[in-house]
């Protein structure tokens, strides 16, 4: 049996293209289409499956998080594919190295075996790709207000310039595996697991998802109009060779905090008023 998981609101609600192709491949078997809400225990639902049951995952990267949160560091043991179907695939962009074409199938069951592990507020989150502080989450924030509007295509570019032009600078504390390390006008200070965020943001060209460590990004010190310049370098990776604005820094386990309360985003959700988070890699629990 191949189970098709399908989140009627990835892709701004705009899915059945992709609902249909993932049937259509799996046609010629028995195949079942369920909606990840109708499943109140995620980890059951794999635990329970019978050998040669594969799993289809049809999302994006908010799909995906979701899913390896309700998982709690539980990796099934069958086949778990992730399929292209959202608005945002920094997951899958840092997996094939470029930018990749709708429709396009990985299986993941290797890469949610070693996820960083963050605490905010008393409370434990997994994350794939990033937990950024600062610039980007309010970036994200915004993202949700415009949704929750009705607002379906969200340009990330266009909204984090018209962040920038409003955002406050924080001066942030950062320890890496206990080394602390102080910078001021602080604009990101983000925990990197893959290379990238913000649908395409080549942040951190240095990260390998298959390392134990974390790459931990801040953008520091730049004045609104110089940040306006640096952005668009982002997508390509350039932005580092601005040495004096940026640091990259590899860790197994990070604090970061800030002076003032400021958004957090993880994989695109987002916590609002945060202060202080800490992260750790470490390895989950595969079944046998």
């Given at each position: 049996m191949v189970y098709i998981l399908y989140n009627p609101l990835s892709n701004a609600g705009d899915n059945d293209k992709q609902v249909a192709k993932a049937m259509e491949k799996y046609s010629a078997g028995p195949n079942k289409l369920v909606t990840v809400t109708e499943?109140?225990?995620?980890?059951?639902?794999?635990?329970?499956?019978?050998?040669?049951d594969?799993?289809?995952?049809?999302?994006?990267?908010?799909?995906?998080?979701?899913?390896?949160?309700?998982l709690d560091g539980y990796v099934p043991k069958n086949k778990l594919w992730l399929y292209k179907a959202g608005t945002g695939n920094d997951f899958m962009n840092d997996i094939?190295?470029?930018?990749?074409?709708?429709?396009?199938?990985?299986?993941?069951?290797?890469?949610?075996?070693?996820?960083?592990?963050?605490?905010?507020?008393?409370?434990?989150?997994r994350f794939l790709?990033?937990?950024?502080?600062?610039?980007?989450?309010?970036?994200?924030?915004?993202?949700e207000e415009l949704k929750a509007k009705g607002k379906s295509k969200i340009n990330y570019l266009t909204l984090a310039v018209r962040v920038v032009l409003g955002y406050k600078t924080n001066n942030a504390r950062v320890w890496v595996d206990g080394v602390e390390y102080k910078y001021k006008n602080v604009w990101i200070a983000t925990s990197m697991n893959g290379r990238y965020f913000g649908g395409g943001m080549k942040v951190a060209p240095?990260?390998?998802?298959?390392?134990?460590?974390?790459?931990?990004?801040?953008?520091?010190?730049?004045?609104?109009?110089?940040?306006?310049t640096i952005l668009p370098k982002v997508f390509d990776g350039s932005h580092?060779?601005?040495?004096?604005?940026?640091?990259?820094?590899?860790?197994?386990?990070?604090?970061?905090?800030?002076?003032?309360?400021?958004?957090?985003?993880?994989?695109?959700?987002?916590?609002?008023?945060?202060?202080?988070?800490?992260?750790?890699?470490?390895?989950?629990?595969?079944?046998?």
């Open positions: 499943i109140k225990d995620k980890r059951a639902f794999f635990e329970n499956q019978l050998p040669g594969e799993t289809v995952l049809l999302g994006g990267d908010g799909t995906l998080n979701r899913l390896v949160n309700d094939f190295g470029h930018k990749v074409p709708d429709e396009t199938f990985v299986q993941i069951n290797k890469y949610i075996e070693e996820l960083p592990r963050v605490t905010i507020n008393d409370k434990t989150y790709n990033n937990c950024s502080f600062g610039w980007d989450g309010k970036v994200c924030a915004i993202g240095m990260q390998e998802r298959d390392s134990d460590l974390m790459t931990v990004v801040v953008l520091h010190n730049l004045s609104r109009w110089k940040i306006l580092v060779k601005y040495k004096q604005y940026f640091v990259a820094i590899k860790g197994k386990e990070v604090e970061v905090e800030y002076d003032m309360p400021q958004d957090v985003q993880i994989d695109g959700e987002v916590i609002r008023g945060v202060t202080r988070y800490s992260a750790v890699k470490e390895t989950a629990k595969v079944t046998e």
